[in-house]
Structure formats: structure tokens, C-alpha cells
């Protein structure tokens, strides 16, 4: 071969990204007469047995062996859909690295809705319009339907079947005298434009403020990291919304924003409506399957403007993102901890940064990363230290359940009980909190001291009384609620220890048989809209009483809502890993935030068996910077982070000796130097989880070194025994 041949040949080299866990491109064979596509273009590629779409890639990224031009197998075809663009590649890239995931695996998240990139299927509508021949006959069905479609419209046949109450026949045969036209139209209608109001909300001082610093940013188009810090009903939603107004003023601009799963209900689309007219366009996991292909399809187009979703929503591949918001940026729910282990809100920072556009955190509750940024000048911080219009913060009081506790086998202090029945008595609503789902959190044998639990976890089976079943919360297994001891067979021995929402509702039932009452957690609001309905109802006035897990705490405003009550405040503490204290802080804070957000001024009851304890004090005092500030000074001086970085270890396999050993071999090769610290091996809280057995380790280094390097090395100096598995997890909030 000439010189000239094979570099023509090589031209015809292409490197795909593969939706697959690999750790880098593959090389494929542009064959046929068309130039090979350029780094972003969708292709159709064999992958083993299968074809599957991948992104043309920028291969010299990643090193590897090269595979000779003649062992390449051919590239199927090209896909015609819009190229990724280079922002989203680089970022497939970078999350690649930071997390020690294959890249594949990254992109997989960017084009996940295979269906999309097939080309929308077309549906056939009819119309009529004037002028149009009129059928033969005119009998009282044909009639029902011509006078149904004189507005103009176009539908579907089954849609005029439905409205006019007519058979499929009678439209068929007005389609074929030609009194109906037919056309084809894609399934997927593009989403309305959002059309901002002429009048926002007049805005506070703080808050006009800080819209004015986002809506400069937003308009100098270029990446500025924002934290909106404000407390608990000062609006920091209406403020963000003024920079989705500015960013809105260029045509072709979109805009993400983030919210915690279970944030994304009602009352935030209404808000938005009302700003802009429309629904935003929206990405979760409940839209179903045409919802994402139309979703997806219309985001990369660059149609869709403003699109809110959960976390998964941050690798849409939009096409002119000017704007990220992650609202409740502190919520733990934004750390994914199933197959890519990846924090959302810190890979938004850097897709801003590559995308060129300003960032906006926003939270009552700012994470103490986020926190440090901001101190540390990365992050501008913006403050709204006072709730909007007449709204106070709630008062607080601490009951001290040592001394003022309820009876045995209750679980409401007096205090409390005596305030809901105040009230109940106003016509002012109560909610109560408590973040356990189901009855009890372990059922025990009185006779012979045995306690059940999940035979493939080492858990406690939790009874869900209204099934008659025991459910493991972390496999799913689950059990008829037996009648006799398990282990001793002794009948009516098992007793129930520690309270659940539904033990609960049956104390509040008791206490107020009268109280309108409802629980709100993901075992009661299932289906979708349920929460959209409960909400619905909280806000006119059909409830008096709502009893919920950490769902409740999520941005809701009611304002009938006066008195909160944390039944176990102390919950969150035990067993206290790294980040205990803050996120039960947060998590009270939030939750505390529900009450006095009208006119009417609310208040916090926090039962503690340990009121001295930083948390409870901070929330007590309302000092949550003191408290923050105390949180800081000890993780600087452990050199935890944001002060030093961490990387945890899972050994997990069916085989207990093979991890042990896996274990041991990890430890013998493990990094050495200043400032490294690994510890472990040791079994992890969860020792078993769906049958593996789970050993830990942790890595601590300083915030200077690059600690995925360590862990590659260290990774590849080590064999896992047989069948056992190593994840890794950087920046570990689980450390279960
Ligand atoms: N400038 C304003 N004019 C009129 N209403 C406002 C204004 N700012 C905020 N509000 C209203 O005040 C209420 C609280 O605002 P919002 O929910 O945005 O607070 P938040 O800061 O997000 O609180 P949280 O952190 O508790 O979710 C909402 O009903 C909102 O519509
Ligand atoms: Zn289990």
C-alpha cells in the first residue's frame, strides 16, 4: 500500500463512543462514499451481537492500543439527529474521570432515550376547511362530525370518534368522499413557548438585589457561579425566576432547572404557569416513555426552553444552555449512588463552566461545600435574610422528652398535643414529622428476645401494618406478618419497638378522632398526581392534620400551616457518619420552614431526648450559622472535606472469605504518604445487602491531590478474588 492509500485509509478511521462500560472510544471503518463524520455526529455501530448509537469521538483523549485499519469492523450508518455538542462531550469526558466511570456509561445518561433518535413515528390527523366537498348524504352522524370540525382543527380519527360519538366507518367514509383532508404529522408536538409576564411580583430590596446579579450575569453570557442563600420562605424562586426572564429575552436560549425528585409538584408548575404562561417541560422518572422521547427530542432540537427535572436531567443534551438553576442544592437526593455514582449539583457546576453560563444554587440550607466556596470566593454568595411580606420565622421549642415526655407507648409529648389541639380548634392546620415509613422499625420476640430480620440484608424487617406485611427497606424483601415467633414459635410474643408514621397516625387518630388526617410518604403517594392531590388539599383546607416523612419537607407553602412537630429530632444523629449533623440540621430547618409562612404566625415543637446536643440547640436558637461555622472549624482541622478529599471503597461479593481477602490484599497495596489515610478494611454498617457480603475502606488525602490517580493505582496493583467486586465512590455522602 502507498503512503497515500493508507493515509486515505486512515481517514476513514472513525472513533465511537459506545453506550457500554468501556474505558474508551472504539474504532470503527467509515466505509461507502460519504465523508466520515465529524466528533459529535450520531452513528449506528455493531457491538458484539448487537447495533447500537453511539457519538463520533475525539479518540486521542483516551490512550490505548490502536487497532490496525484492517481488523476495524464497518460503522452501520449515520443517525440523522442533531450532533452533540462540545460542551456535552467534554463534559462526558470530565465525569468520566472525576467519578472512575466509564465513559460509555456517561454518554449512555446523555442518549437516554434510544427512541428518540429513531425519528418521531407521524400520526395521521384530519381537518376540514371551507370549500371542501360535502358528502352525498348528509346523515345525523356526518353531521355530528362536520360540525365538529368546522372550527379548524386538525385531530386524529379516534379523537372526532370520541368528541362527535361516532364509528370509525363514518369518518372513513368522510375521508373518502373527500369532506375530511388527512395529513401527517409528527407525534411530537413541540411545547409551548414560556411567555413572560409583563409584571413580575414587585420584589423585595434583598431580593431585587440579588435578580439583578443573576440577570447581569445571564446576559454578559459567560459562566459565574451563584449560591442564593435565603432563608425559608424569602423567595428565593421568585428571584431565580428573573433570571429565567432574562435568559428567556434571547430566542434560542434554554434554561435547567433542577429540583430534588420529590420537589417537583404542583405548586412549583403553578408558580411557574403563572410567571410564564405555560408548563415548563419536564424530566423525571414518572413522564413515561413518550414523555421522554418527546421531551428529549425537543430539548435537542433546542426547542424546549425551560426544562425542569430531577438530577438525571443534567446530562440533557441541550443545545443553547444559558442557565442552571439547582434549587435546594444542599438535598442529598442529588448524589446518585446506583451505577454512575455522581453528585448533580457539583457535575452542574461544571457543565456551567463549559457551557459558558452563569449557576445558580439556591437553598436555605447551603451545603457546607458550597458554603466554603462561596466564603473562598469561587461562588458569589447572595443573601435574603427575611421571609417575604408580613411572614415571621417560626418560634421554637424544644421539649425535652426525658422530663416532659408523653406515656409509654405514645409517642406525642403533651406540649404538642395540647398545641394541635389548639389548632384544630383555630382551624389552623398541623403537621408532624417523623422520617420512618410504616408501623415499626423492629418487631421483637418478648418471650425469647429475637428480633426479625431481612434474611439477604443485615437489616431489620419494618412492619407496614396496613399490608399485615414486614418489608426489608433496602432489598425489598418482604413477609406476611407471622403470628407466632419465627424462632420460638410462641404465639402473640412479637411486639412492635419504635414508632412509624403509621403508628403514629393511629396515636394522632385516637388523641383527635375528629382531626381531618392524612400521611404523606412514597408508600401512600404512589401513583402519579398523588402528591399533586394531597398538596391540593393541604392548601384548601381539607386536612387539619398531616403526618409525613422527609417528603413533606421539600419547599411546600401553606399558609394555614402553623404548628410543626418533630417527633424524634434526634433521628438523624445516630449513628452519625461525616455528614450527620448538617444534614439533620438542614433537614430540621426545612421542615421547621413549613410553619407561619402566611399571616399567621407558626410554631416548632423538636421532641429530643438529647435538647443540648449543636443541632438541636442551633435549630432551637435559630443560630444555624454558629452551628455551621462550629461544623466548618472541625472538618478543616480533620481535614475532611470540602477540606480534604475522600474516596470510599465497597468490597461486596457472595463469597464472606473473598471479600476478606480482597480486603487484605487491598490494604497490603495500599497508598502511602503525607497526608494519605486509608482505613479499613472493615464490614460495612450494611454488611449484607441483597445476599453480597460488603467490606469498606476509605481514603483520605489532602484537597491537593489528585485522588482518583491514587485509587487507579492502587486499583491496578490489586486482583479481586473471585466473583467480588470493588466500587468506588468519590466524595462519599453513603456510608452505609
Ligand atoms: N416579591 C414577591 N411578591 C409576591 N410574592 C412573593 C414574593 N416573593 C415571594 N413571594 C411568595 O412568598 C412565598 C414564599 O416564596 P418561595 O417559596 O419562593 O420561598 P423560598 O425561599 O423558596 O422558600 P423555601 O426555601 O422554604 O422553599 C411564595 O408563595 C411566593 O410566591
Ligand atoms: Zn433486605
Not at 560 to 588: F, K, M, P, S, Y
Request: with cysteine.
Amino acid at each position: 500500500m502507498t503512503a497515500e492509500s493508507d493515509d486515505m485509509g486512515e481517514a476513514r478511521r472513525i472513533s465511537v463512543m459506545v453506550p457500554a462500560p468501556l474505558d474508551s472510544p472504539l474504532d470503527y471503518l467509515w466505509a461507502g462514499d460519504m465523508p466520515a463524520p465529524a466528533p459529535g455526529h450520531l452513528v449506528e455501530v455493531p457491538l458484539g451481537k448487537r447495533r447500537v448509537i453511539g457519538g463520533v469521538w475525539d479518540g486521542g483523549r483516551y490512550k490505548g492500543r490502536q487497532v490496525a485499519l484492517a481488523k476495524l469492523k464497518p460503522a452501520i450508518r449515520p443517525v440523522d439527529a442533531a450532533p452533540l455538542d462540545a460542551a456535552l462531550m467534554k463534559l462526558v469526558d470530565w465525569v468520566a474521570a472525576y467519578t472512575m466511570s466509564a465513559p460509555g456509561m456517561i454518554l449512555k445518561m446523555c442518549l437516554s432515550v434510544p427512541e428518540a433518535l429513531e425519528g418521531v413515528p407521524v400520526r395521521k390527523h384530519l381537518f376540514w376547511r371551507e370549500g371542501l366537498s360535502a358528502p352525498d348524504k348528509l346523515t345525523p352522524a356526518r353531521k355530528a362530525v362536520l360540525t365538529l370540525m368546522a372550527d379548524g382543527i386538525a385531530r386524529t380519527p379516534s379523537e372526532i370518534g370520541e368528541l362527535a360519538g361516532v364509528s370509525a366507518a363514518v369518518i372513513k367514509g368522510l375521508e373518502e368522499q373527500g369532506a375530511l383532508v388527512a395529513e401527517m404529522r409528527p407525534v411530537d408536538q413541540p411545547f409551548a413557548v414560556p411567555m413572560p409576564k409583563a409584571e413580575g411580583p414587585v420584589l423585595g430590596r434583598e431580593q431585587q438585589t440579588a435578580a439583578d446579579s443573576i440577570s447581569a450575569a445571564v446576559a454578559a453570557k459567560d459562566f459565574a457561579p451563584f449560591l442564593l442563600d435565603g432563608i425559608t420562605g424569602s423567595g428565593k424562586t421568585e428571584v431565580y425566576f428573573e433570571g429565567v426572564v432574562e435568559a428567556l429575552k434571547d430566542p434560542t436560549a434554554q434554561i435547567l432547572v433542577l429540583l430534588p425528585e420529590i420537589a417537583l409538584t404542583a405548586q412549583w408548575f403553578d408558580r411557574f404557569a403563572d410567571r410564564f404562561g405555560v408548563e415548563p417541560v419536564v424530566w423525571h422518572s414518572d413522564i413515561g416513555q413518550a414523555g421522554r422521547r418527546r421531551a428529549w427530542g425537543e430539548i435537542a432540537a433546542g426547542r424546549a426552553r425551560v426544562v425542569v427535572g430531577a438530577r438525571s436531567a443534567l446530562f440533557l443534551p441541550f443545545r443553547n444552555l444559558r442557565l442552571i438553576i439547582v434549587d435546594e442544592e444542599h438535598d442529598p437526593s442529588y448524589k446518585q449512588e446506583e451505577g454512575v455514582i455522581y453528585h448533580a449539583r457539583d457535575m452542574a457546576v461544571v457543565r456551567a463552566k463549559f457551557e459558558a453560563c452563569p449557576l445558580v444554587l439556591a437553598s436555605a440550607t447551603p451545603s457546607m461545600e458550597s458554603r466554603v466556596n462561596a466564603k473562598a470566593g469561587r461562588y458569589k454568595e447572595l443573601r435574603l435574610t427575611e421571609r417575604h411580606g408580613a411572614a415571621e420565622l417560626p418560634a421554637m421549642r424544644v421539649i425535652d422528652m426525658r422530663h416532659e415526655g408523653p406515656a409509654s407507648g405514645e409517642w406525642i409529648a403533651p406540649m404538642l398535643a395540647s398545641a394541635i389541639e389548639d389548632r384544630l380548634g383555630r382551624g389552623e392546620q398541623s403537621m408532624l414529622f417523623l422520617n420512618r415509613r410504616g408501623y415499626a422499625p423492629l418487631t421483637l420476640c418478648r418471650t425469647c428476645g429475637h428480633r426479625i430480620e431481612c434474611p439477604a440484608c443485615s437489616a431489620w424487617l419494618v412492619e407496614h401494618r396496613s399490608e399485615r406485611r414486614l418489608v426489608c427497606h433496602h432489598c425489598g424483601h418482604s413477609m406476611r406478618t407471622p403470628d407466632n415467633c419465627p424462632e420460638c414459635d410462641d404465639t402473640g410474643s412479637l411486639v412492635p419497638c419504635g414508632p412509624g408514621v403509621e403508628r403514629l397516625q393511629e396515636e394522632v387518630t385516637a388523641r383527635f378522632p375528629t382531626a381531618r388526617l392524612a400521611v404523606m410518604t412514597s408508600d401512600t403517594l404512589t401513583r402519579p398526581g398523588d402528591m399533586a392531590r394531597m398538596v391540593a388539599m393541604i392548601e384548601s383546607g381539607a386536612l387539619d392534620i398531616v403526618i409525613g416523612t422527609q417528603i413533606v419537607t421539600k419547599g411546600y407553602h401553606f399558609p394555614n400551616l402553623t404548628c410543626v412537630g418533630v417527633i424524634d429530632a434526634d433521628l438523624g444523629l445516630r449513628g452519625g457518619d461525616l455528614r450527620a449533623g448538617e444534614r439533620t440540621w438542614q433537614q430540621l430547618v426545612q421542615v421547621a420552614g413549613r410553619a407561619g409562612r402566611g399571616d399567621k404566625p407558626g410554631t416548632v415543637f423538636l421532641q429530643s431526648y438529647d435538647p443540648a446536643h449543636p443541632v438541636v440547640a442551633a435549630i432551637a436558637t435559630g443560630d444555624g450559622e454558629a452551628f455551621m461555622e462550629a461544623e466548618e472549624a472541625e472538618r478543616s482541622r480533620f481535614h475532611m472535606p470540602p477540606f480534604g478529599r475522600l474516596a470510599a471503597l465497597v468490597i461486596s461479593g457472595p463469597d464472606l472469605a473473598a471479600v476478606v481477602e480482597t480486603g487484605r490484599r487491598l490494604a497490603r497495596a495500599a497508598p502511602q504518604g503525607d497526608g494519605i489515610h486509608v482505613l479499613g478494611p472493615a464490614p460495612a454498617p450494611l454488611a449484607r445487602l441483597r445476599g453480597l457480603h460488603r467490606h469498606r475502606m476509605l481514603v483520605q488525602t489532602g484537597r491537593d491531590t489528585l485522588i482518583q490517580d491514587l485509587v487507579a493505582g492502587w486499583l491496578g496493583r490489586v486482583k479481586p478474588a473471585s466473583a467480588v467486586k470493588i466500587r468506588v465512590d468519590i466524595d462519599p455522602y453513603s456510608f452505609m
